[in-house]
């Protein structure tokens, strides 16, 4: 089936396109859909990098839609990775719920790209909710000897059936999602230090994110390069 229009910018910006494979699918605690892939060459093409998202093409009613997944342990010897799907209403939920090993899914590499920095942080300030934690726990791991402070917001309790990688030097808080986001930022906001040395990611919420790099650029005076931030969903 032909893509929309959004297939052919990102294959004009130099999006490289493969065909997934399922291996396997489980349930995580019944509110989340973990499927194991083969990547059809997208690790040996591609590399791998901390927080490395893919974007996802679902076909409904004749129609093409795209979505971004963080993958999960990515392993560029086998060729395979995880990806993991919250099952809420949508066209990705419900193709997840209903996968089976042998099916495919088409997917785009293109706009991610992120690496710790150098010299190593001495410390990680890390926001996220259970959307970016596939994320955050890719940093914990590549991390693994860095400190690191985490926030993660959750709307319900089945969101805290994935489990944050954190080691004894990793502090882990969840935040329940309050007031449209507003409690995680007031939460966030009051407790971030400024750090010369540090590094602060933030990928929640698009408003929320917004919210906590501003008072991490302007308030904290963090400088842009310690900075990385990007909104994983939005309100609607």
């Not at 093409?57 to 392993?75: C, E, I, K, M, S």
């Not at 410390?123 to 909710?129: A, E, N, R, T």
Request: charged residues 20%; aromatic residues 8%; neutral net charge.
């Amino acid at each position: 089936m032909k893509r929309n229009w959004e297939g052919l910018v990102l294959r004009a910006m130099g999006g490289r396109d493969f065909r997934l494979t399922v291996l396997s699918t489980e349930s995580v605690a019944g509110h989340y859909q973990r499927l194991c892939l083969d990547d059809g060459g997208l690790l040996e093409d591609c590399g791998v990098h901390p927080t490395m998202w893919i974007r996802l093409w679902f076909h409904t009613n004749g129609r093409a839609h795209q979505r971004a997944y963080t993958l999960v342990d990515p392993d560029p010897a086998t060729g395979r990775f995880a990806l993991e799907f919250a099952l809420h209403d949508g066209c990705a939920a419900r193709w997840a719920a209903t996968a089976r090993v042998g099916d495919t899914i088409d997917a785009t590499v293109q706009g991610s790209a992120f690496q710790l920095p150098d010299p190593t942080p001495e410390h990680l300030y890390l926001v996220g909710d259970a959307a970016s934690l596939p994320a955050v726990n890719s940093l914990l791991d590549a991390g693994a000897d860095i400190p690191a402070t985490v926030w993660l917001e959750f709307a319900h309790e089945g969101e805290k059936a994935l489990t944050p990688r954190a080691r004894a030097h990793h502090e882990v808080t969840w935040i329940p999602r309050r007031d449209g986001g507003r409690h995680l930022v007031e939460t966030v906001c009051a407790a971030l230090p400024a750090g010369d040395s540090a590094h602060y990611w933030v990928a929640c919420e698009a408003a929320s994110t917004r919210s906590i790099t501003r008072h991490v650029r302007r308030t904290l005076g963090v400088g842009k390069h310690q900075l990385t931030s990007l909104g994983y969903w939005r309100v609607t």
